[in-house]
Structure formats: C-alpha cells, structure tokens
C-alpha cells in the first residue's frame, strides 16, 4: 500500500514537493506548478521518513527548490536516482 506526504510552498508560490513510500521504495516528486514535473527515487536504504520530510519541508521554502532538495538530502546522507525529468 502507498503513502504519499506533499508540502506546499507557504510563500504563495504553486510549487509542490513530496514523497511516497511503496512496496519497491520511497519516491521523491516536485511539481512547479507550470511546467516542471520531476521525480526520483531514494537510493539509500533504510532512510526514515521522519528524515527525508525533514529535508523536504526545508527545500520547499527556497525560491530555488530543486538546488535546495539537492543540498538539504547531501546534508542528510540520503543518496537519490532520476526516475523522470
């Protein structure tokens, strides 16, 4: 069974970031709200959802969400794999 967890920009931007666990792992998707749609797959295994909504909730405030997910998941130790760009 799948759980999703999102987190919406609180600055009144359209932009959405989040997560869902599956039986074969947990993914990670942003939606810009225009025209960017991008996800990936978390490599490192045995990472606590506690942690990685940790790093998502701190990214989805940056004006750059992308570069900021990539840098709060390298401060993490949270290794991750594109799925679709």
Known sequence: MARLSSFHNPLGGSSSLGYRTKDHGIEIFFDDGVTRRMA????TPGVSEQRLGDALRA????NRVVPALYSELRKRSIAVEPIRR
């Open 40 to 43: 990936w797959r978390v490599a």
């Open 59 to 62: 990214a989805i405030f940056h």
